[in-house]
């Protein structure tokens, strides 16, 4: 391991559950994430990968619409994310358009990055050298199938935990 690895972590469909974060969304009042369930096993993985891997190095990278950046960062906190993985409360990201993710990981030296969009890593590609692909969404491969050599699948966090901790 090196002390330059940095780990980029998205929030919805990889730490949030993209069903209920869909189905809070639209049943919730504004801000009201209550409901949005945390993907198994996320926090648990997340706090390994801090502890024996990235340490300070870990961020959420994530984008959304202004009004929706403060709910997912209430929602965070009400799922105490901050205290039970160790990523520091302020090394949170947030941009507006998918693509702004490569600027963000370039500024900030990622080297590591999760995601469930592939089009997301498509923008990641000779920018981040591991890239990960999170219970990928059928229609996403459709469309942008041609990075799938550039990145490697994952359909757990226990899969994402094995396959970092491997490295080193």
């Not at 980029?8 to 504004?30: H, K, L, N, Q």
């Not at 009400?78 to 963000?104: L, M, W, Y």
């Not at 469930?116 to 990928?136: A, C, K, M, N, T």
Request: with cysteine; hydrophobic share 40%; glycine share 8%.
């Amino acid at each position: 391991m090196t002390a330059r690895e940095v780990l980029g972590v998205d929030i919805g469909g990889v730490i949030i559950d993209r069903v209920s974060e869909d189905d809070a969304s639209r049943t919730m009042r504004p801000g009201g994430y209550a409901g949005a369930a945390t993907i198994d096993g996320a926090l648990e993985a997340i706090g390994q990968l801090v502890c024996q891997r990235f340490h300070d190095r870990v961020w959420l990278i994530s984008r959304c619409d202004e009004p929706r950046e403060r709910v997912l960062a209430e929602w965070l906190e009400r799922q105490n994310f901050f205290d039970s993985t160790g990523v520091p409360r302020h090394q949170v990201r947030f941009c507006r358009e998918r693509r702004e993710k490569a600027i963000i990981c370039k500024e900030l030296g990622v080297t590591h990055f999760i995601d469930d969009r592939l089009e997301v890593l498509g923008h990641l590609v000779g920018i981040v050298p591991h890239l990960y692909l999170f219970q990928s969404r059928a229609r996403d491969e459709d469309e942008f199938g041609r990075f799938l050599p550039h990145v490697r699948p994952m359909t757990r966090w226990r899969d994402v935990v094995d396959a970092l901790l491997a490295q080193r």
